[in-house]
């Protein structure tokens, strides 16, 4: 069985530019939800996406988004970068669409790094 | 307000002492469920335990064991003869209709 992969490993960008960040859902799973992880933080919910439909949405602004596909893979997409974001970007996924009832298992995470 | 605390920042230990980690948590729902994770160095996120609110029984798994107490809104982890690769941040998080973590408490193992 194959758990969560992400893409790339780290990435730096500077401000303003656009970034797009790649996860693989595990194995028989439909739901991914991104996360991200200032140092020292624990990690914020960012959205959830359930068969290619956005499922729930934390409190970030809307330059933050997201895209599943028909395979359950998912993008995060982060528009005009500020230093703020710079932080480890986690990825989870879950087998239904059930908040609340199921177990999240992540993957190892982007590091991303604005200057 | 926040969701969940883990008021300890730090906790160090000598190998084969037993380590508890408290967590609160806030919530105004009646069913929900809690969840322990392990982050070590390397960063992935690494599920341990996960409880729902009907079942309070407390268990043992290996060398993890937790006491939820919903009078109290806790849901504390213990980890018993510790070991150096015990040494990782855990992560307290509650999941009512998204999963909300606690701030974390980095766990050294010294040897």
């Known amino acids: 069985e194959t758990g969560v992969t992400q893409s790339p490993t780290h990435l730096i960008k500077t401000r303003g530019q656009q970034v797009t960040l790649r996860c693989s859902s595990q194995?028989?799973?439909?739901?991914v939800s991104w996360y991200q992880q200032a140092l020292g933080q624990g990690p914020q919910f960012i959205f959830q996406?359930?068969?290619?439909?956005?499922?729930g949405r934390g409190n970030f602004p809307p330059r933050f988004s997201g895209l599943q596909f028909p395979n359950y893979s998912s993008e995060l997409n982060v528009n005009a970068l500020e230093l703020d974001d710079s932080a480890l970007y986690l990825c989870?996924?879950?087998?239904?669409?059930?908040?609340?009832?199921?177990?999240?298992?992540f993957g190892p995470g982007t590091r991303l790094l604005v200057l | 307000a926040q969701k969940v605390t883990q008021a300890q920042t730090e906790i160090s230990v000598v190998e084969k002492e037993d380590v508890t980690l408290d967590c609160v948590y806030e919530?105004?729902?009646?069913?929900?469920?809690l969840f322990w994770y392990k982050q070590p160095p390397s960063g992935e996120l690494v599920f341990l335990i996960r409880?729902?609110?009907?079942?309070?029984q407390n268990e043992i798994s290996g060398r993890y064991s937790w006491n939820f107490q919903k009078s109290t809104s806790s849901f504390n982890f213990t980890i018993t003869a510790s070991q150096v690769v015990d040494s990782a941040v855990y992560f307290c998080?509650?999941?009512?209709?998204?999963?909300?973590f606690g701030a974390g408490t980095t766990v050294t193992v010294r040897a």
């Open positions: 989870a996924s879950s087998p239904g669409g059930l908040a609340g009832q199921e177990t999240q298992y």
């Open positions: 194995s028989g799973h439909n739901t």
């Open positions: 996406y359930y068969r290619e439909e956005e499922n």
């Open positions: 919530t105004r729902d009646t069913t929900y469920y």
């Open positions: 409880r729902n609110s009907f079942d309070e």
């Open positions: 998080a509650l999941d009512d209709y998204k999963l909300s």
